[in-house]
C-alpha cells in the first residue's frame, strides 16, 4: 500500500511540474508581450487624445478594433458561444469603449467554458493573423519565416521570434524599401492592427474562469501522461512549435507601435494640450 501511495504521490508531483512549465512556456511569455502592448496602446491613444481630442483613436481604429471584434466573434462561433451583438466600430467617448461583441454560452459545457479563455486573448490571434497576412501581401520581399531551433528550448523561441521582428523592422527601413508607397502603407495598416489587439481589461475578467477549467484539464492530461509514463517534454516541445510564429508576430506588432509612438511624439510636439 505504501508503494501505491508512493507512486501516486510521484506521479501527482510528475505531473503539476510538467503543467508549471506548460503553463509557463504558453503563457509567461504571451502575458508580457500583452502588457507591453496595451501600455504602448494606451501611451498612444493618450497621446493622440491629449492633442488631437479624443476621436483622434479613430486614426487606427476604423481597422484595428473590427480585427479585435471580429476575432472575438469567430472564436464565439468556434467554441459554440452563441453571438448576440457585434459591434464592430462604436466609439463612445463616455464609456471608452470602442466595440463590443455581446455572447451567451452553455454553463454546463465544459468545451463552452474552457473557450471563454480563448474567446477573451481572441484579438491577439486575430490580429496576429491578420498582420501575417498584410506581411504576405505587403511586406518587405526579403523577409522569411525563420525555423524554429533545433533545441526548441523557450530561449531560442524567443530569439527566432525576435530575429523575424528585427529582420521585418530592417528591410522597411532599406534605402529601397524606404522609397516604396506600399512599405508606408504597410506600416500604417500593420499600425492599425498592432494598436488594438491587445485584449481590454473587460476581455481579460472574462477569460479568467475559462482560464481555470484549461488548467484542470491540462493537470489531468499530464496526469495521464504521467501515469501511461508519456515524456511531457514532447507536448513542451509542440507549444514551442505553435508559439514562436505568434510570438514573431506580436513581436513585430510592438516594435511598429514603439515606431509609431516616436513618431506621434515627435510629430505633435508642438500642438498644445487641450483641455480635459
Do not use: K
Amino acid at each position: 500500500m505504501e508503494h501505491v501511495g508512493a507512486h501516486i504521490l510521484e506521479t501527482t508531483l510528475v505531473a503539476l511540474a510538467a503543467s508549471g512549465r506548460q503553463v509557463l512556456l504558453a503563457l509567461g511569455p504571451l502575458a508580457l508581450v500583452t502588457g507591453a502592448l496595451r501600455l504602448l496602446e494606451r501611451a498612444l491613444s493618450g497621446r493622440l487624445a491629449s492633442r488631437l481630442g479624443w476621436h483622434s483613436v479613430l486614426l487606427t481604429a476604423w481597422l484595428g478594433v473590427p480585427v479585435h471584434e471580429l476575432s472575438h466573434a469567430a472564436a464565439c462561433l468556434l467554441f459554440g458561444h452563441r453571438v448576440e451583438r457585434l459591434r464592430l466600430l462604436a466609439p463612445d467617448s463616455i464609456t471608452g469603449q470602442l466595440g463590443s461583441v455581446d455572447h451567451a454560452w452553455d454553463r454546463r459545457s465544459l468545451y463552452q467554458q474552457v473557450g471563454r479563455f480563448f474567446i477573451g486573448i481572441a484579438p491577439l490571434l486575430g490580429g496576429a493573423l491578420a498582420l501575417l497576412l498584410l506581411t504576405l501581401l505587403l511586406g518587405p520581399a526579403p523577409v522569411r519565416w525563420p525555423d524554429l531551433p533545433d533545441d526548441g528550448g523557450l530561449l531560442s523561441s524567443l530569439q527566432s521570434a525576435g530575429r523575424l521582428a528585427l529582420d521585418l523592422a530592417a528591410a522597411m527601413f532599406s534605402p529601397h524599401a524606404a522609397r516604396s508607397g506600399l512599405t508606408w502603407l504597410y506600416l500604417y495598416l500593420a499600425l492599425c492592427i498592432g494598436a488594438h489587439m491587445a485584449p481590454s481589461t473587460t476581455d481579460l475578467r472574462g477569460s479568467v474562469p475559462g482560464l481555470l477549467w484549461l488548467l484542470l484539464f491540462v493537470l489531468g492530461s499530464n496526469l495521464v501522461a504521467a501515469l501511461l509514463g508519456a515524456d511531457p517534454s514532447l507536448a513542451e516541445h509542440a507549444l514551442l512549435v505553435a508559439l514562436t510564429p505568434l510570438l514573431a508576430l506580436l513581436l513585430t506588432a510592438l516594435v511598429l507601435d514603439v515606431l509609431c509612438l516616436v513618431v506621434v511624439v515627435l510629430v505633435t510636439a508642438l500642438l498644445p494640450r487641450r483641455a480635459a
